[in-house]
């Protein structure tokens, strides 16, 4: 049973694990944030700041850098200040303490006991200085200078993994030495304390784990009783890396929880050094804890591990430690863990939203949610937990993860909320319980639930305001409305189509009085004038691009000529030539050179043809069709060429079909050097066909079906002038003739 309970929190674990809250994707090189679930539980609200990081998250802690040592410094500097009777700035102790070398400490300890009156003015006017010269503390002075020394020996090298060298062990040994000597000389149980820390940080840097037990045990234990100082944990956590590399992993282990439990500032470092794998060790532990607090820690610390069976140790915990703030802590985590696994930002997938088990696919992560459940109702039941509030807010919302969103609301309507956090937490959960209740957006839902969850100023209670609404508003016919609705979950895509564009257009010319929910979408009637065009010049229907460009007042102007032409060429540039073309009279320019097709004349067809050519992905006027061109082709070849529909901008049928009219109305004509230049370009087009096929390789040799052009050049234009000039520029026929 008991290795079922273990498979079974992996289980879930994983899929925790698997699921990410904030996922970065990328598009085009850049990043960007997306939400996989909805997150509502505000961790902080059981205040204990000290325990922030171990808030539930998919990274190792919760904000937080491992670099960090602001913890460990205030504190240090707290207890100085105290001793200073809280005379000295603590920018100035900061400064003595921290950022005084050896050689300056030494010129202080001079100038406090009167033999170096010329000390440098930014130490003499030093509050903290000026504190211990008047108190003759030579005393203090001679413990920063040997705490100074010992400083190079314990940072300028990590000894867990390096050992020390002969001669650092033989400077560590001798600050040893010397530490105990100056220990023993003091009876100021302040500096006392403090020689110890160092004394046994020392000896465990110099891998002597006997030498560092021994030397707590002896200077720093007896100290105990005396002092309430935070310093000494910072020993005991030597004391106690020590024991676990001395191989006694228990004994190790219960110091590392005393650690946890009483210093906030090394509560992450004895976190992450509390390694007990195998029950027996485990049991072992819980055997030398001294009271049911320590218990209750040790408890705790496996609780908060990766794939720990949490609500396990919170049953523990409350069975000797009823009134345990780890209780919340842990609480508040696995409620966050839920979210993760059954608040997906994919409502189909989401629990609260999907308001039945029957049918939920994630069974397991609902079972957990039960027990969960019943250990809540339990507590409450009992009375024994502190914070009752939270354990009843707690019992409300699991009501809504399970999506029971209108029971869940009818318990937290019950509350009364006191505190300003626990009041906007309560109204963070009414909303998320409302909106699972929307059914239809009308004018109530776009004016005073939106206005509501707007004034908020949550982040996911938006975004799960306009999933809820995206969702709702397509399936009641409000399409374009529903497009509209943005959201960083990247579920229930919409894909913009002239229907949508139709819809909004319709919505824009019947809506005089907007709801703020509507005028909080940004829409623009000419906005989808102007996208409407861009969408008919995309189908070539010239006529209806222009009409709607007309009626959006304006229309984009382009930034090369799409009439250039040149032999060579990237894709895509910008030519250094003066453009006079918006994307209106573009397509008004192609629409009067159609009409002159009737004629046949080839220079137009070849004017045609290079317009088209340029307006494509590859020519340098795709802004005429794209708001943006992305390195996209590798992409689109590799993924998504299947489709039987190439896309607009890849899709050279429209200037091959022109080329091909100019070939052969210049052909008729006698006028071969245009043949020549038409056959060149439909040439390149085929080429271009080829790059944007699925089949492309760089490595391969071009297939024949892609070869006709420059076949026809070779057979029928090689005494032009045009094709002398192909020769010189183009690389790729000339490969083609020396295949």
Known sequence: MKLFKIAFVVLIHLAFVLKPQELSKSACGGVYEGITYYNFLDPAIINQPANKPFFFTFERLYDYEWSEESGKIKDNLSEWKNYFNNQPSTQDLKKLVYKASVAETNKIKGYVQGTNPALNPQWRTNSAVTYLKGKRATDVVDYLVFAKKCEPFVTAQDYRWDAPS?????????????????????????????????????????????????????????????????IKYWAMAHKAGALMLSNQKAAGARLFAVVFDNCPSRRVQAYASFKVISNAEFQKTLALCKNNREVATVYALRGLKPYANAIEEMQNIYKVAPGSSYLSLLLAREINKLESNLLSSDLSKNLAFYQKFEGYPKQEAVKYLKELQAFIAKSLQERKVKELELWQLATCYLEYVAGKPAAALRKLNALTAKG???????????????????????????????????????KHLMDYMKNVYRRRLYAQGDIGKAYLCNTDSYSFPIKLEMKILDNLIAWEKRTTNKTPFELSLNSDIKRWYGIKATMYFKQDKLKDAIQYYKLAGSSVKLKANPKFFKIAGNYGHRRPVINKYTRQSLAEEMLRLKNQLKNEDPKIAFELGNIYYNITWFGNTWDALENYRSSSLGYYRYY?????????????????????????????????????????MAAKCERRAYEASKGYSYKKATPEKYLSNFKLLRQQYAKTQYYQEIIKECQYYNNFLNR
């Open 420 to 458: 300003k956090k626990m009041q906007r937490q309560v109204q963070v959960f009414k909303l998320a319980m409302k909106l699972a209740q929307v059914k239809k957006i009308d004018k109530e839902a776009e004016t005073n639930l939106y206005q509501q969850v707007r004034l908020l100023g949550h």
């Open 166 to 230: 002969t001669k650092d062990l033989t400077g560590m040994q001798d600050l040893i030495i010397q530490g105990t000597a100056a220990y023993r000389a003091t009876s100021n149980v302040f500096l006392k304390m403090r020689y110890g820390y160092q004394l046994v940080r020392l000896a465990h840097y110099a891998q002597k784990y006997s030498q560092a037990i021994a030397l707590y045990d002896q200077l720093v234990k007896p100290l105990e009783g005396q002092s309430n100082a935070l």
């Open 640 to 680: 998504e060429a299947k489709s039987a529909k190439t896309p607009r901008k890849y899709n050279m049928t429209y200037p091959l079909g022109y080329f091909n009219k100019a070939i052969a109305w210049a052909h008729q004509k006698g006028d071969k050097e245009l043949a020549a230049k038409a056959a060149y």
